[in-house]
């Protein structure tokens, strides 16, 4: 009989250690930007948030000298606070393509808008002719554009930039086959 409840508590006392650990381990963060931070990609200007699929992509910018480094990062709150879930970013090109990862709202595009002459940008899917307008947040120069994509959707964009006139200030063409940044 004693053996069975050293044995009984022994296991209780692993038990309760692992959960300990498990718990502060798995731990979110009481704030968004603490959950960034935690993943280590923290340091940058938080330019918007986006809510979407019960979590947040936080698009976020932080310039060095003359770069500018572009983030997007999906948080989710669960049961012991907010957790980064995926993300990434880009420097020294002008945007990018996030591929669709379970759990995220990706796949989806992103860029910079270093113009501020740019009023609107619209996405075309080349392959299957669907086009899309890219919402366009933030302020002054911490602007950013993004859209989310359905699976299917390319392989390769067009991206056209226009002027609040309508004018086309510049286009880009990509194949995320080949390249994810553009």
């Known amino acids: 009989m004693r053996r069975k409840i050293l044995f009984i508590g ?8 692992g959960s300990g650990y498990w718990a502060n381990s798995n731990r979110g963060e009481k704030t968004i930007e603490g959950a960034i931070e935690k993943a280590r990609r923290g ?3 938080v330019v918007y948030q986006e809510n979407v699929n019960n979590g947040v992509v936080v ?15 999906y948080v989710k709150k669960g049961l012991l606070g ?8 880009f420097s020294g ?7 669709a990862v379970s759990g995220t709202p990706f796949p989806m595009l992103i860029g910079d808008v270093n113009n501020e002459q740019i ?4 996405i075309t899917d080349t392959e299957h002719k669907n086009s899309k307008d890219a919402k366009i947040v933030g302020n002054g120069y911490d602007r950013v554009w993004f ?6 959707e390319g392989p390769v964009f067009e991206i056209v930039y226009l002027s609040n006139t309508g004018k086309v ?14």
Do not use: C, H, M
């Open 119 to 122: 009023a609107a940008i619209k």
């Open 59 to 73: 698009f976020t910018k932080r310039v060095t000298g003359n770069v500018n480094t572009i983030e997007a990062s």
């Open 82 to 89: 907010w957790k980064w879930v995926w993300g990434g970013g």
């Open 93 to 99: 090109y002008s945007g990018q393509y996030f591929q």
């Open 169 to 182: 200030l510049d286009t880009k063409t990509f194949d995320i086959r080949t390249n994810t940044n553009f």
């Open 43 to 45: 340091g940058s200007n």
């Open 10 to 17: 022994a296991v209780v006392l692993l038990i309760l250690i």
């Open 147 to 152: 859209t989310f994509l359905d699976k299917p």
